[in-house]
């Protein structure tokens, strides 16, 4: 691999773990290994709790990996002061809320210019601040330096929170949820604006969000996380159109682009890091193994008790980097057939209760003539 081939950022089996109530540990990321090349937009997509806020703040160092290692251009990542301080001016975050990212005792001048006087940045710093808020869309700049964050809007103080991490020109930026506290009538503007930000700089995204819609419509590539690991990842065209794992499917059916799925609902309690299942750590909850398509298949005793890692898709084309965490892949077909007769059995059962109804109020209807039928006689 040449250097311009290598990935900006190249993770490799981090582990961050957490102690949890009566001694138990919370397993929040769980070996995970992620690449993300210059100039890309990757999407890690889960659900609240999978750890894609925690793998998040181990990039930016603000959590240390228990095992595992965070690579940054080829080099391992330190966590004393002065590294991680050189670290951050080229690695900066977005937060999902942007009232909480900014000192609501701080203008918009000086949150912005707080990151060029923390990396001691040499310049005209008022130059370097109306740059940064214009190439964020607030223009002109110079009306909002001496405005306090209740005085503008959310959208706007979401630019000023980009604003604050592309003044330091950085090469990556890791978005948390950059959308989702904002009114959809701003969400798109935002959206925009990062992808403008990665065609104008040059400047990679990684955008942490439970919202595969989101990543159908930024993204370059998209890795699924559940339960501390990625159980599927690819380019955003193959993952959205031809999803392996079910928990991707279960995801994206729910999307309104993908409108040709049947909404599915998962069964099962919410993912738990302090009690990770034996086996596939998605099958207390895989609609697979609940339809006994995987019994059919053989491979039952797999998902519940052989762990999987990451392998190549089936049929994917040459040179794709689709990979997916499940024993059904390679039985192609059998995942969509094992949802199918799913949502067939829960279509099938109202009516199925609809017609045990009616046969017992037959039945009582019966019961009631016979009875009827009994005290005339004693009548008569």
């Given at each position: 691999?040449?250097?311009?081939?290598?990935?900006?950022?190249?993770?490799?089996?981090?582990?961050?773990?957490?102690?949890?109530?009566?001694?138990?540990?919370?397993?929040?990321?769980?070996?995970?290994?992620?690449?993300?090349?210059?100039?890309?937009?990757?999407?890690?997509?889960?659900?609240?709790?999978?750890?894609?806020?925690?793998?998040?703040?181990?990039?930016?160092?603000?959590?240390?990996?228990?095992?595992?290692?965070?690579?940054?251009?080829?080099?391992?990542?330190?966590?004393?002061?002065?590294?991680?301080?050189?670290?951050?001016?080229?690695?900066?975050?977005?937060?999902?809320?942007?009232t909480g990212a900014l000192n609501a005792r701080q203008t918009v001048y000086e949150a912005v210019?707080?990151?060029?006087?923390?990396?001691?940045?040499?310049?005209?710093?008022?130059?370097?601040?109306?740059?940064?808020l214009a190439r964020s869309g607030l223009?002109?700049?110079?009306?909002?330096?001496?405005?306090?964050?209740?005085?503008?809007?959310?959208?706007?103080?979401?630019?000023?929170?980009?604003?604050?991490?592309?003044?330091?020109?950085?090469?990556?930026?890791?978005?948390?949820?950059?959308?989702?506290?904002?009114?959809?009538?701003v969400r798109g503007e935002i959206l925009q604006l990062m992808l403008g930000l990665v065609r104008e700089t040059g400047v990679a995204i990684l955008v942490v969000t439970h919202d595969l819609g989101l990543a159908w419509n930024i993204a370059d590539r998209v890795a699924v996380m559940y339960l501390g690991r990625i159980v599927e990842q690819g380019t955003t065209e193959e993952l959205l159109s031809s999803p392996r794992h079910p928990y991707?499917?279960?995801?994206?059916?729910?999307?309104?682009?993908?409108?040709?799925?049947?909404?599915?609902?998962?069964?099962?309690?919410a993912p738990d890091p302090t009690r990770i299942p034996s086996g596939c750590?998605?099958?207390?909850?895989?609609?697979v193994v609940a339809s006994g398509e995987a019994e059919r298949m053989g491979i039952e005793a797999r998902c519940?008790?052989?762990?999987?890692?990451?392998?190549?898709?089936?049929?994917?084309?040459?040179g794709s980097a689709h990979v997916a965490a499940c024993h059904a892949?390679?039985?192609?077909?059998r995942v969509e057939a094992a949802e199918a007769r799913a949502r067939a059995e829960a279509a099938a059962l109202p009516d199925a209760q609809a017609r045990a109804a009616e046969a017992e109020a037959r039945a009582t209807e019966a019961e009631a003539e016979a009875r009827a039928a009994e005290a005339r006689a004693t009548e008569a």
């Open positions: 691999m040449t250097a311009a081939d290598a990935p900006l950022l190249d993770l490799r089996d981090i582990e961050v773990r957490f102690p949890a109530r009566h001694g138990t540990v919370a397993r929040a990321v769980d070996g995970v290994s992620l690449s993300v090349r210059a100039g890309e937009v990757l999407a890690l997509v889960g659900e609240s709790g999978c750890g894609k806020t925690t793998l998040a703040r181990t990039i930016l160092g603000l959590e240390r990996p228990r095992a595992g290692e965070v690579r940054f251009r080829g080099e391992r990542v330190r966590y004393d002061a002065r590294a991680l301080r050189r670290y951050r001016r080229e690695v900066q975050m977005v937060f999902q809320d942007p210019a707080e990151g060029l006087r923390i990396q001691k940045v040499e310049g005209d710093e008022e130059q370097l601040v109306a740059a940064a223009r002109p700049p110079e009306r909002f330096f001496g405005l306090y964050p209740y005085e503008i809007s959310g959208g706007q103080r979401q630019r000023v929170v980009i604003a604050g991490a592309m003044v330091l020109e950085p090469e990556l930026l890791v978005a948390d949820e950059p959308v989702s506290s904002l009114d959809a009538s991707t499917r279960a995801l994206l059916s729910v999307v309104p682009e993908a409108n040709h799925r049947d909404p599915q609902i998962l069964a099962g309690e750590r998605f099958h207390p909850r895989c609609p519940r008790g052989e762990d999987l890692a990451l392998e190549s898709v089936p049929g994917a084309a040459a892949v390679h039985a192609p077909g």
